[in-house]
């Protein structure tokens, strides 16, 4: 099922880059919308896989924004995402 669902922690292209090529082999191909925030993401993922793709997202710094996440956790995302970023702006 197609989705379009609101990450937080995407500021640019190295975001998105990242973004792309890490959820691409499991999840196919993803769009990363920049020109709104809170940034929006569009794949196609099944209601069986949401959960899994909720974890990876935290786990590169991009948690979906529905998410409660605790000061720490807030923390330790924003820290994933500037190096993913990093990454991301590196493979481009």
């Known amino acids: 099922m197609k989705r379009t669902l609101e990450v937080i922690n995407v500021k640019c292209g190295g975001c998105a880059g990242t973004l792309k090529k890490a959820l691409l082999e499991e999840f196919g191909e993803v769009e990363v919308n920049l020109d709104v925030t ?5 794949l196609n993922v099944s209601d ?3 959960d899994a793709l909720a ?3 935290k ?3 991009y ?3 529905s998410e ?3 000061t720490i956790e807030k923390i330790t995302t924003t820290a994933k995402s500037f190096v993913s970023c ?3 702006k590196m493979d481009n």
């Open 59 to 61: 786990q590169l710094g």
């Open 63 to 65: 948690p979906l924004s």
């Open 86 to 88: 990093a990454v991301g």
């Open 68 to 70: 409660d996440l605790n």
């Open 38 to 42: 809170p940034r929006l993401i569009t």
């Open 48 to 50: 069986d896989k949401m």
């Open 55 to 57: 974890l990876k997202l």
